[in-house]
């Protein structure tokens, strides 16, 4: 499970230091693609796959299943990190983004999310103050 947030920086290639509480759930190579909310989702390539099967079960009659399906898996790359613990962050996934020099990583359960530091900034400001409001909206949920 992935927790925690860590902020980061981008080198001038492109490459970013893993946090090392991240490093042994990701495994030797992981997967990077396109996240909602325009962050970058990182995740260990068994849940990947996991998830990748549960995809291919959406009905690809409907345009909007092919159309996120066509989205997610277009943006994904596989990735590895280097002896240092860095990994390069694909310059589409950089774009997409809109990743500049300083970026937080996320635990997000079996994920990893990537943001711009004032990116997230500034989602976590909107989110934390609808916080009590989503958390009344999923009483039902059990936990």
Request: charged share 30%.
């Amino acid at each position: 499970m992935f927790m925690g947030e860590f902020q980061h920086t981008l080198d001038e290639k492109g490459r970013m230091i893993m946090p090392v509480k991240f490093r042994d759930g990701l495994g030797p190579s992981f997967i990077m693609t396109r996240g909602l909310d325009h962050c970058v989702f990182v995740y260990p390539r068994e849940e990947w796959e996991n998830l990748a099967a549960k995809l291919k079960t959406l009905p690809m009659t409907r345009a909007d299943a092919r159309s996120f399906v066509r989205f997610f898996f277009s943006g994904a790359a596989e990735c590895e990190l280097d002896k240092q613990g860095r990994v390069l962050v694909p310059t589409t996934l950089r774009d997409y983004a809109q990743l500049q020099r300083d970026v937080v990583l996320l635990g997000v359960s079996n994920r990893i999310e990537l943001w711009d530091q004032e990116e997230w900034q500034r989602y976590a400001s909107g989110a934390a103050d609808s916080f009590a409001d989503i958390a009344e909206k999923l009483v039902d949920l059990e936990f």
